[in-house]
């Protein structure tokens, strides 16, 4: 069977959690098998429904998993095989994001897109966190509240995310309005006995108990505890892992976080940022769900602890496919400010290239390969972008308004790059190839009404994957803008014919003028 890497991993998660029901005092976990909640590996994949058909060929989505460190076929818990989980670690809001930061946005989108164009219905939830060491520092240093520090900037991530062609996910928790849930998790951990109080007043998650009771820290990475210095407390949100240390569940208020704190029953206090990530994935997406993303600089501590947290409290497995982006270099380089390498999505703007071209570049390697971001790079996704739309403008001059359904040469081979741990190289290829094909066919003047519009279909359908969308509309020319103004004069001095005639007039240039809420909007017809 395909699936016997699979199911040889998840088993081994699954003895883990049979060892700890024998500890006792954990309730009963309920692994049915089959019939469960989790699939058998000897599901049939005929049945299955989700994966890629094109052309009578069947191909399921293989994702190289951290958890079980092996590409595997994805599966989701659903047993109906339609519904997909998934969370993807979100900002923290407090200051823009670079380029690092969106290039694990753009996997999760592509990850969320790809899922989609296999026709799974996805919940994507990405958290907002809005309290943590580096943010209280900063509202203290300007003397602002909270929300008004973190609500800029979280604005300006969405803003962000959307120039980058990124869908906005369904969920997006703020850590400040999950600290009901956040508490309860923590006092489930301070009943199961893995989480005590410490003389300073803040709770601690002990990695000590938690072995103690057969679970295993460090699924991700595979620690080898023999190599590790032994356990100290941090209190601190990021720590090295040359030593696993216990971890801040709850921080005790200090005189530096000013007004940010809430009461509990553990005192006065803040969520640490790990705990933060558990109680909100799991209230959006249930104890158990099916994909978790984030950048490869996150599996330790963050994610490992979230995985203690998680399943140290429900004593259920708590994600069944992990996902890790790995890191960017700026120029060759780790970016960094003085080295003068260290872009935000807004730097990038400013020097003239657009939300897709960034996009196409983040996407032009594959997510586990260290990719070097450069300005070189930047210019040559401008040159591809280019390339596509001339390629789709002449398309559409050449099926107008013809219908077809879609040519499936490209959409079949670009399925297969992307269901094959997602190679966006061999899919742009595929793109690509298809670019050439077309342009020669155009050139022959051998391309029908119909094979374009085939074509245009195609395009379409890839390009709900990759997500580069139509080439922006052209301003409206001066002349154009001067007569909508002309009108919006018009219609403020009452002059409702003059208006009514400038319109008929623009219309006749060959320009639509809409009426919007602040002022006017061209749009070519
Ligand atoms: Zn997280």
Same mark, same amino acid.
């Given at each position: 069977?395909?699936?016997?890497?699979?199911?040889?991993?998840?088993?081994?998660?699954?003895?883990?959690?049979?060892?700890?029901?024998?500890?006792?005092?954990?309730?009963?976990?309920?692994?049915?098998?089959?019939?469960?909640?989790?699939?058998?590996?000897?599901?049939?994949?005929?049945?299955?429904?989700?994966?890629?058909?094109?052309?009578?060929?069947?191909?399921?989505?293989?994702?190289?998993?951290?958890? /079980?460190?092996? %590409?595997? &076929?994805?599966?989701? !818990?659903?047993?109906?095989?339609?519904?997909? #989980?998934?969370?993807?670690?979100? @900002?923290?809001?407090?200051?823009?994001?670079?380029?690092?930061?969106?290039?694990?946005?753009?996997?999760?989108?592509?990850?969320?897109?790809?899922?989609?164009?296999?026709?799974?219905?996805?919940?994507?939830?990405?958290?907002?966190?809005?309290?943590?060491?580096?943010?209280?520092?900063?509202?203290?240093?300007?003397?602002?509240?909270?929300?008004?520090?973190?609500?800029?900037?979280?604005?300006?991530?969405?803003?962000?995310?959307?120039?980058?062609?990124?869908?906005?996910?369904?969920?997006?928790?703020?850590? /400040?309005?999950? %600290?009901? &849930?956040?508490?309860? !998790?923590?006092?489930?951990?301070?009943?199961? #006995?893995?989480?005590?109080?410490? @003389?300073?007043?803040?709770?601690?998650?002990?990695?000590?108990?938690?072995?103690?009771?057969?679970?295993?820290?460090?699924?991700?990475?595979?620690?080898?505890?023999?190599?590790?210095?032994?356990?100290?407390?941090?209190?601190?949100?990021?720590?090295?892992?040359?030593?696993?240390?216990?971890?801040?569940?709850?921080?005790?208020?200090?005189?530096?976080?000013?007004?940010?704190?809430?009461?509990?029953?553990?005192?006065?206090?803040?969520?640490?940022?790990?705990?933060?990530?558990?109680?909100?994935?799991?209230?959006?997406?249930?104890?158990?769900?099916?994909?978790? !993303?984030?950048?490869?600089?996150?599996?330790?501590?963050?994610?490992?602890?979230?995985?203690?947290?998680?399943?140290?409290?429900?004593?259920?497995?708590?994600?069944?496919?992990?996902?890790?982006?790995?890191?960017?270099?700026?120029?060759?380089?780790?970016?960094?400010?003085?080295?003068?390498?260290?872009?935000?999505?807004?730097?990038?703007?400013?020097?003239?290239?657009?939300?897709?071209?960034?996009?196409?570049?983040?996407?032009?390697?594959?997510?586990?390969?260290?990719?070097?971001?450069?300005?070189?790079?930047?210019?040559?996704?401008?040159?591809?972008?280019?390339?596509?739309?001339?390629?789709?403008?002449?398309?559409?001059?050449?099926?107008?308004?013809?219908?077809?359904?879609?040519?499936?040469?490209?959409?079949?081979?670009?399925?297969?790059?992307?269901?094959?741990?997602?190679?966006?190289?061999?899919?742009?290829?595929?793109?690509?190839?298809?670019?050439?094909?077309?342009?020669?066919?155009?050139?022959?003047?051998?391309?029908?009404?119909?094979?374009?519009?085939?074509?245009?279909?195609?395009?379409?359908?890839?390009?709900?994957?990759?997500?580069?969308?139509?080439?922006?509309?052209?301003?409206?020319?001066?002349?154009?803008?001067?007569?909508?103004?002309?009108?919006?004069?018009?219609?403020?001095?009452?002059?409702?014919?003059?208006?009514?005639?400038?319109?008929?007039?623009?219309?006749?240039?060959?320009?639509?003028?809409?009426?919007?809420?602040?002022?006017?909007?061209?749009?070519?017809?």
């Amino acid at each position: 069977m395909k699936f016997a890497g699979e199911a040889g991993a998840w088993q081994a998660a699954k003895s883990t959690f049979a060892y700890f029901i024998i500890c006792g005092f954990i309730r009963p976990l309920g692994f049915a098998g089959p019939t469960g909640i989790f699939p058998s590996p000897e599901f049939p994949l005929s049945v299955l429904p989700g994966a890629f058909y094109f052309a009578g060929q069947q191909m399921a989505l293989k994702l190289f998993n951290t958890l /079980t460190h092996s %590409i595997q &076929e994805f599966t989701p !818990l659903d047993p109906a095989g339609k519904k997909v #989980g998934m969370y993807c670690c979100g @900002p923290t809001v407090y200051d823009f994001a670079h380029i690092g930061n969106w290039r694990t946005f753009v996997f999760a989108d592509l990850v969320r897109r790809t899922l989609e164009f296999n026709d799974y219905q996805v919940t994507h939830v990405m958290n907002i966190t809005d309290v943590e060491d580096k943010i209280i520092k900063r509202v203290h240093e300007q003397q602002t509240s909270l929300r008004e520090f973190t609500g800029k900037f979280e604005t300006a991530f969405l803003d962000d995310l959307k120039t980058l062609g990124c869908k906005e996910p369904h969920v997006k928790p703020r850590a /400040t309005g999950h %600290i009901p &849930e956040i508490i309860l !998790l923590i006092e489930k951990l301070v009943a199961r #006995g893995i989480a005590y109080r410490a @003389p300073d007043g803040s709770v601690y998650f002990s990695i000590e108990k938690y072995r103690g009771c057969g679970c295993q820290y460090g699924q991700l990475l595979k620690l080898n505890f023999d190599e590790l210095r032994p356990g100290e407390r941090v209190a601190s949100d990021e720590y090295d892992k040359e030593s696993v240390a216990d971890f801040a569940l709850w921080k005790a208020r200090t005189p530096e976080d000013g007004s940010v704190f809430w009461p509990s029953p553990f005192g006065d206090g803040r969520p640490g940022w790990h705990i933060e990530c558990s109680a909100m994935s799991m209230k959006a997406l249930g104890e158990t769900f099916d994909l978790h !993303l984030g950048g490869e600089d996150l599996k330790f501590p963050h994610h490992e602890d979230e995985i203690a947290q998680s399943e140290g409290a429900t004593g259920k497995p708590f994600v069944k496919h992990w996902l890790h982006g790995a890191h960017l270099l700026v120029e060759g380089k780790k970016m960094s400010k003085s080295l003068g390498n260290f872009f935000t999505l807004r730097d990038l703007l400013a020097r003239g290239f657009s939300g897709r071209e960034v996009r196409y570049l983040l996407l032009s390697a594959h997510y586990r390969e260290t990719f070097n971001f450069t300005l070189d790079g930047l210019q040559g996704a401008k040159t591809a972008m280019a390339r596509i739309d001339e390629c789709v403008g002449k398309l559409r001059g050449i099926a107008k308004d013809h219908a077809a359904a879609p040519e499936p040469k490209l959409v079949s081979a670009f399925a297969k790059a992307l269901a094959d741990d997602l190679n966006v190289s061999a899919a742009w290829g595929e793109v690509f190839k298809g670019v050439s094909e077309t342009n020669r066919r155009i050139a022959e003047n051998s391309l029908s009404e119909t094979a374009a519009a085939a074509e245009l279909g195609a395009w379409e359908q890839v390009d709900s994957v990759l997500g580069i969308g139509r080439k922006p509309e052209a301003g409206a020319p001066p002349e154009i803008t001067l007569l909508a103004e002309e009108r919006i004069a018009a219609k403020k001095a009452k002059d409702f014919k003059r208006a009514d005639a400038i319109r008929a007039e623009v219309k006749g240039k060959g320009w639509l003028i809409e009426d919007t809420t602040k002022g006017f909007q061209l749009k070519k017809l």
